[in-house]
């Protein structure tokens, strides 16, 4: 190729808008040179002078970040399980490697998967399903992006620098020192992660734990949904306490997974269990009982251990047959505090007496306890196989477990500011044995 057709194709008006396209459609169909046409065109920058560097780089860049940010929209809306090319073996081991890391580490975990072309696709999808906020997201893939811009048209500027007099030479030699160093990083990363895989199976890392996404609005009128989004952190703090990776997901699609933990929330909607829908709820969300009793019906024909918390122990019941009170009459025993439920952050405390010989009894090594509650409905009728494991002074049920089946579900809140540090740990730590038996069993 003669360094006049160089030149010309350099000044081209259509260059930098088929940079974009091409970069684009990288990000979503992975098989797209992206790469390659950013380093080819930072190597052209420098033989012939056009296009300007700094424009191939935020071409690059700018394309890059709306070719991420619409992936993590499609995990959003569609998650990764629908469509077809989602379930090949490439995708799915890349968005298990994405699910495991996402929760612990978004900023890492996007930068390094900007470099690889599965990666990324399976970062930016995961993202979207599991939850991770847009605003934080798009700040995180927009410096990922830049990186990424500036690298690839580095690599081709670079190379052109070196053979100043040979522009055509230079393209080429670009094209594949891009081509080589994408290989390489590819493969030191996988090399990394047979080390993880390998530190995982010796009892370094965590069994992974899944956790259903609270899906309502924290905005919202009723001051109590901001609560449970707010202590939904609390929950996954104590079960990593107990040596357990959490993964926040939005699917019911277990795979790979040791357990179930589901954390509190709005009401269950009575009509799935034949109660009262004119009795006072509040935030019955369709999606979220949709994603909550999936996910247990996926974990229960797993054999997975599942720990339910106030909500959770609701979804139990109700998923094995159960019914609930839609709304407890003032008695005894307050189980809200206040009148406008949790709003003010605040718990109401009561004993509750354990029963002797369950798991909850054996970590907290005590018949009676207190604890920190904030619910107004509760099981009216107990779900098959369960056996209630705690009850209140008022003969409210406080706590279960299955007969056969690796669940236990309290209805308090062990992560209640306040609550004595071996009682918040005591429902975790007898999750955590079910889940390590439960790898015993499997091996």
Same mark, same amino acid.
């Given at each position: 190729?003669?360094?006049?057709?160089?030149?010309?194709?350099?000044?081209?008006?259509?260059?930098?808008?088929?940079?974009?396209?091409?970069?684009?459609?990288?990000?979503?169909?992975?098989?797209?040179?992206?790469?390659?046409?950013?380093?080819?065109?930072?190597?052209?920058?420098?033989?012939?002078?056009?296009?300007?560097?700094?424009?191939?780089?935020?071409?690059?860049?700018?394309?890059?970040?709306?070719?991420?940010?619409?992936?993590?929209?499609?995990?959003?809306?569609?998650?990764?399980?629908?469509?077809?090319?989602?379930?090949?073996?490439?995708?799915?081991?890349?968005?298990?490697?994405?699910?495991?890391?996402?929760?612990?580490?978004?900023?890492?975990?996007?930068?390094?998967?900007?470099?690889?072309?599965?990666?990324?696709?399976?970062?930016?999808?995961?993202?979207?399903?599991?939850?991770?906020?847009?605003?934080?997201?798009?700040?995180?893939?927009?410096?990922?992006?830049?990186?990424?811009?500036?690298?690839?048209?580095?690599?081709?500027?670079?190379?052109?620098?070196?053979?100043?007099?040979?522009?055509?030479?230079?393209?080429?030699?670009?094209?594949?020192?891009?081509?080589?160093?994408?290989?390489?990083?590819?493969?030191?990363?996988?090399?990394?992660?047979?080390?993880?895989?390998?530190?995982?199976?010796?009892?370094?890392?965590?069994?992974?734990?899944?956790?259903?996404?609270?899906?309502?609005?924290?905005?919202?009128?009723?001051?109590?949904?901001? &609560? #449970?989004? =707010? $202590?939904?952190?609390?929950?996954?703090? +104590?079960?990593?306490?107990? @040596? /357990?990776? !959490? %993964?926040? *997901?939005?699917?019911?699609?277990?795979?790979?997974?040791?357990?179930?933990?589901?954390?509190?929330?709005?009401?269950?909607?009575?009509?799935?269990?034949?109660?009262?829908?004119?009795?006072?709820?509040?935030?019955?969300?369709?999606?979220?009982?949709?994603?909550?009793?999936?996910? &247990? #019906?996926? =974990? $229960?024909?797993?054999?997975?251990?599942? +720990?339910?918390?106030?909500? @959770? /122990?609701? !979804? %139990?019941? *109700?998923?094995?047959?159960?019914?609930?009170?839609?709304?407890?009459?003032?008695?005894?025993?307050?189980?809200?505090?206040?009148?406008?439920?949790?709003?003010?952050?605040?718990?109401?405390?009561?004993?509750?007496?354990?029963?002797?010989?369950?798991?909850?009894?054996?970590?907290?090594? #005590?018949?009676? $306890?207190?604890?920190?509650?904030?619910?107004?409905?509760?099981?009216?009728? /107990?779900?098959?196989?369960? *056996?209630?494991?705690?009850?209140?002074?008022?003969?409210?049920?406080?706590?279960?477990?299955?007969?056969?089946?690796?669940?236990?579900?309290?209805?308090?809140?062990?992560?209640?500011?306040?609550?004595?540090?071996?009682?918040?740990?005591?429902?975790?730590?007898?999750?955590?044995?079910?889940?390590?038996?439960?790898?015993?069993?499997?091996?």
């Amino acid at each position: 190729m003669s360094a006049e057709l160089l030149a010309g194709l350099g000044h081209s008006g259509w260059l930098l808008p088929a940079l974009f396209a091409l970069v684009l459609l990288d990000a979503l169909l992975v098989v797209v040179p992206g790469e390659v046409a950013v380093s080819a065109l930072g190597a052209l920058s420098v033989s012939v002078g056009a296009p300007p560097l700094a424009a191939v780089i935020a071409v690059a860049s700018a394309a890059a970040l709306t070719g991420d940010a619409l992936c993590f929209l499609v995990g959003r809306r569609v998650g990764v399980e629908r469509w077809p090319w989602m379930r090949t073996d490439s995708v799915r081991r890349a968005v298990a490697w994405a699910r495991g890391r996402l929760d612990r580490s978004t900023a890492a975990v996007v930068f390094t998967a900007r470099f690889v072309p599965f990666a990324r696709l399976a970062v930016n999808l995961t993202a979207g399903a599991t939850g991770v906020g847009a605003v934080r997201y798009l700040s995180v893939a927009a410096g990922a992006a830049t990186a990424w811009g500036v690298y690839q048209a580095v690599v081709g500027a670079a190379v052109a620098a070196l053979l100043p007099n040979a522009p055509a030479l230079a393209v080429v030699v670009s094209v594949v020192v891009a081509l080589a160093l994408g290989v390489v990083v590819d493969r030191t990363l996988a090399a990394r992660a047979r080390v993880t895989g390998a530190r995982r199976q010796n009892g370094v890392m965590t069994s992974r734990i899944a956790m259903p996404a609270r899906l309502s609005d924290a905005d919202g009128a009723d001051a109590r949904v901001g &609560l #449970a989004n =707010a $202590i939904f952190d609390d929950v996954a703090a +104590l079960v990593r306490a107990e @040596g /357990l990776d !959490v %993964v926040v *997901v939005r699917d019911t699609d277990l795979s790979g997974f040791d357990g179930l933990v589901l954390p509190g929330g709005g009401d269950v909607d009575p009509a799935r269990y034949g109660g009262d829908s004119s009795a006072p709820c509040y935030d019955v969300n369709a999606a979220q009982d949709e994603l909550d009793l999936g996910i &247990l #019906a996926a =974990a $229960i024909e797993r054999g997975l251990p599942v +720990l339910g918390v106030c909500r @959770g /122990l609701q !979804v %139990v019941n *109700v998923a094995l047959g159960g019914t609930l009170v839609e709304d407890l009459a003032p008695g005894a025993v307050r189980h809200t505090p206040g009148t406008d439920g949790c709003g003010e952050l605040e718990w109401t405390w009561h004993p509750v007496a354990v029963a002797a010989g369950s798991r909850l009894r054996d970590e907290v090594d #005590a018949d009676e $306890i207190p604890v920190a509650s904030g619910h107004h409905q509760a099981i009216r009728a /107990l779900g098959t196989g369960l *056996v209630a494991t705690a009850v209140a002074p008022d003969g409210v049920v406080e706590a279960v477990e299955h007969e056969s089946l690796p669940i236990i579900a309290v209805q308090w809140h062990p992560e209640a500011e306040g609550t004595p540090a071996d009682l918040a740990a005591a429902p975790f730590a007898a999750f955590a044995s079910l889940v390590r038996a439960g790898r015993l069993a499997a091996r």
